[in-house]
Structure formats: structure tokens, C-alpha cells
């Protein structure tokens, strides 16, 4: 099953739950908008490329669309369908007046010069000039795209308009209207909806083991918050592999961080400062790390990590999904028989899009918050949003998941019921 399908097997699950009116349920089944586009480019050497990009935009029944724009060799329209899908549950369950959207480019960026990227940039979003916009559709950054593409988006878009039009995308610098907090909001939302659920499960951080597939931006902070508030870490990876704490004692993630950027890889041996210790500390593949005995097991990476092949591996008594989509629908039964916790992807990733949808407002209004008060808009937002799944949990005795979809579709259902 490709990501799309098993993006509708949970939306039918959820449908079937909570007896959702059939119309519906057939309006959210396929996405608004497919727009893809051709963007010749002149490489450095003089050659010419042809790369395509695309954005599905799923839903705008609460509000403009949303979502990221990802810059990877595997981006593909059924990824992006399924991407822009989980985004308009995603709004919907953390309240925000905003639709779902995806986008992107197939294209390596690593294997792209400064001015390659930019140039790719900005031919795709001359592309995109009336898809795009700030009461239209707002996106922001994903995989591989960082504040600095957001700015040339924002920059292009500008020219186009004739006029600053930040509100056109967030995740930007806060230079030029990014918000302050945006950055580590998804760690940071993450983090609140953890602190709920140890809460209900009993959980003390200090006897709590983690292991983080995915070291990049959502996985570095939510690893930082968790060590401070005294989480063992006790493995981490990214794309080139990962490194595993033998003795269980929990690594600080800034100097694997460090490690990262010095050696160009995090795994085999683990540093402070100059002493490094090879031997309680060991490399580990991507794979391998899903089945780590461990206390809570963070997916921060790409989707379809757990399928139905390795959940009957997995140790974790917690599942928190950070990336979109890392659990297919078959690994999901198996969890569930497991007795695992799965916090979906659309609840614990939350924070990205909210913070996001504050950036726009700021934008808009023209006057700008600190980072004490977009988190104290933040926490309200994603301790109630846990809640409110918690009771549906509770109601119809199902999964995190299905009860997170099940608020989703109580809200768009009446958006749309209260248009027609
Ligand atoms: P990023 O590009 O900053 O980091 C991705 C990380 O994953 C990198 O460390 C990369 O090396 C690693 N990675 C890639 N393939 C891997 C593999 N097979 N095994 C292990 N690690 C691998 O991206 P990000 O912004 O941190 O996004 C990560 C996930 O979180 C994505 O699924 C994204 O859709 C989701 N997400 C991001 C945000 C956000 O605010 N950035 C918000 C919500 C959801």
C-alpha cells in the first residue's frame, strides 16, 4: 500500500467510528488541488535540468491551505496526497483555522550548489505565483528545506505582487517575519503532549529510556528537551546510521550534535570534548533502532518506518510520532495488540503547524510576540488538544490515532455542514 492508501484506511477507520455523514467522508477522500509543474534550470556547469515540483492541496473547508514544502529524490504525488491529508486532520486537531496541503520538488539538495538552490527556488515558486499566497495557500518548511528557502520563496513571491508579503509563507527567518519559537515548536509541542501522557500513564522521566530515529531539526530539539527534563537517551540516528548507549546511561544530544558536524556521521563512538569512548558506545543501523529495547521510541525521520514487517519487533512501550506517517496501518494493528501506545503524528507534531499559523498572524496583524508568548500560546493549545483526544480515547475505546481523527473529522465535518 502506497502512503496515500493507508492515509485512507485511517480515515475510514475514524469515519466508521464515529459514524461519519458518507458526503463527508467523500469530500476528504481526495484532495482539492494537484498541481505539478515543470522547472527547467541551468545547472552551474552550464547544462540544463528539468526538475518537477508539485503541491497537493487537500482541504481548505476551515481555512487557507497549509503545509511543507519537502526538497527530496523520493518526493512522489502519492506521498504528497497523503502528506497533505494528515495536515488538514492535523489543523483540525490542534483547532487552528487552516486547510491541508503538501508540496515539493524531487531533487537531492545535497547534490545542489548554493546557487543551484536558489535558482530551483525560485523558478518554483514563479511556478507556483497562483497557487500560492497568503489567504490561499501558506507553506512553510519540511525534509530538506530550511528558513533560508522560505525566505527566497517569500522574497520571489514579493516581487511578483509588488509588494512584502510575508504572510505568503512561514518558517522564515525572523529577520523578515519568521516567529520567534518557530524552530524548535515541533519538539516543543511534542513536549507538552508527552508531559500529558506521563502523566496519565505514570511515568517517571528519570527511569524512561528513548530512542530518536531522525536527528535533524524535529528530532534534535524534542531530544534536547527530553535529556534536560531527564529522559535517557539512549539512541539516535540519522540517513548515514545511528549510535546506541550500551550501558543505557543516556547521551547529551548536544555532543552528538557536535559529533555530527565535526565526523560527518553521529555513529560508533560518542565524545566529550576531545575523550572519546568507542567502546560502550556503538554504531547502529536505521533499521535496527526501531527494535531497541527502550521505554519510548521517537520516529523523527520519513514515513513507513514501522510497518507490518518489523512491529512484531518492536520493545518500546511508547510509540511518539514525530515524522508524518511513520506507522502504516497494518503495524498499527500490530501495536495495538502489542498493547504499544501510539501518539499519533497528528497530535505530537502539532506544534510545527501551530506556531506556523501564529507566524502568519503575526505577519498579518503586523506586530510581532516573544518566544515566552508564543509558547504560552503553544501549551494551552497542545495540552487541550491532547485531552480532548484522551476523552474520545476513552469514549469509543479505541487508539490515540482513530481518536485523533475522530476530533479532526467532528471539526471539518462541521465546516463543511455548516457551508452547505
Ligand atoms: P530534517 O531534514 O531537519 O531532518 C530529518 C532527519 O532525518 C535528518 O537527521 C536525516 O538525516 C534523518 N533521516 C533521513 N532518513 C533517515 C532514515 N532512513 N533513518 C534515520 N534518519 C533518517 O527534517 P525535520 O524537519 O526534522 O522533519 C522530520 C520529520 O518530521 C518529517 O517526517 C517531517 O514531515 C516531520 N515534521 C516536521 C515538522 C517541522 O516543523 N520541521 C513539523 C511536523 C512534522
Keep these: ?101 503538501k508540496g515539493g520538488i524531487t531533487v537531492d539538495p545535497k547534490k545542489l550548489s548554493a546557487g543551484e538552490l536558489e535558482r530551483l527556488t525560485r523558478s518554483f515558486t514563479r511556478a507556483m505565483k497562483d497557487v500560492f499566497g497568503p ?14 528557502i522560505m525566505a527566497w520563496i517569500m522574497d520571489e513571491y514579493s516581487k511578483i505582487v509588488g509588494q512584502p508579503a510575508p504572510a505568503v509563507i512561514t518558517g522564515k527567518p525572523i529577520a523578515i517575519g519568521g516567529s520567534a519559537g518557530r524552530e524548535a515548536a515541533t519538539g516543543q509541542g511534542a513536549f507538552y503532549v ?26 534534535y530539539h524534542m531530544a534536547e528537551l527530553m535529556h534536560k527534563a531527564g529522559y535517557k537517551i539512549i539512541a539516535l540516528s540519522d540517513s548515514q546510521g545511528g549510535i546506541v548507549d550500551l550501558r543505557r546511561r543516556g547521551m547529551d544530544p548536544k555532543n552528538v550534535m557536535e559529533q555530527k558536524h565535526s565526523r560527518g556521521l553521529i555513529g560508533n563512538m560518542y565524545c566529550i570534548g576531545s575523550v572519546c569512548d568507542g567502546t560502550n558506545y556503538k554504531a547502529v543501523a536505521n533499521g535496527k533502532l526501531l527494535e531497541i529495547p527502550c521505554d519510548i521510541l521517537i ?51 502539532a506544534g510545527g503547524v ?52 475522530v476530533l479532526a473529522l467532528e471539526r471539518l465535518r462541521d465546516s463543511i455542514q455548516a457551508k452547505s
Design 1 to 101: 500500500m502506497n502512503a496515500f492508501q493507508n492515509a485512507l484506511k485511517q480515515l475510514k477507520i475514524a469515519a466508521d467510528a464515529m459514524s461519519l455523514d458518507a458526503a463527508v467522508l467523500e469530500i476528504l477522500k481526495n484532495p482539492e488541488r494537484v498541481v505539478e509543474v515543470s522547472l527547467p534550470m541551468r545547472m552551474d556547469d552550464g547544462s540544463l535540468k528539468i526538475f518537477t515540483g508539485y503541491r497537493v492541496q487537500h482541504s481548505n473547508a476551515r481555512g487557507p491551505y497549509k503545509g511543507g514544502l519537502r526538497y527530496h529524490p523520493k518526493v512522489d504525488l502519492n506521498e504528497l496526497r497523503a502528506l497533505a491529508l494528515w495536515m488538514t486532520m492535523k489543523c483540525a486537531v490542534v483547532g487552528i483555522p487552516m486547510g491541508g496541503a
Design 135 to 148: 489567504e490561499r495557500d501558506v507553506p512553510a518548511p519540511d525534509v530538506n528545506t530550511t528558513p533560508k
Design 299 to 349: 520516529p523523527a525521520a520519513l514515513e513507513h518506518q514501522i510497518t507490518g514487517k518489523n512491529a512484531g519487533r518492536l520493545k518500546a512501550k511508547i510509540v511518539l510520532e514525530l515524522a508524518n506517517g511513520p506507522t502504516t496501518p497494518e503495524a498499527d494493528e500490530k501495536l495495538k495488540r502489542k498493547k504499544i501506545v501510539v501518539v499519533p503524528d497528528i497530535l505530537a507534531n
Design 194 to 219: 508527552l508531559e500529558e501522557l506521563v502523566k496519565k500513564l505514570k511515568i517517571q522521566p528519570q527511569k524512561t529510556t528513548v530512542a530518536i530515529q531522525g536527528f535533524g531539526n524535529v528530532g
Design 354 to 405: 501551530t506556531v506556523s499559523y501564529f507566524e502568519w498572524v503575526q505577519n498579518k496583524q503586523g506586530l510581532y510576540w516573544s518566544e515566552a508568548e508564543v509558547l504560552k500560546k503553544l501549551e494551552p493549545v497542545m495540552r487541550q488538544s491532547f485531552s480532548a483526544i484522551w476523552e474520545r480515547h476513552l469514549k469509543y475505546k479505541t487508539t490515540l490515532r482513530v481518536a485523533a481523527f
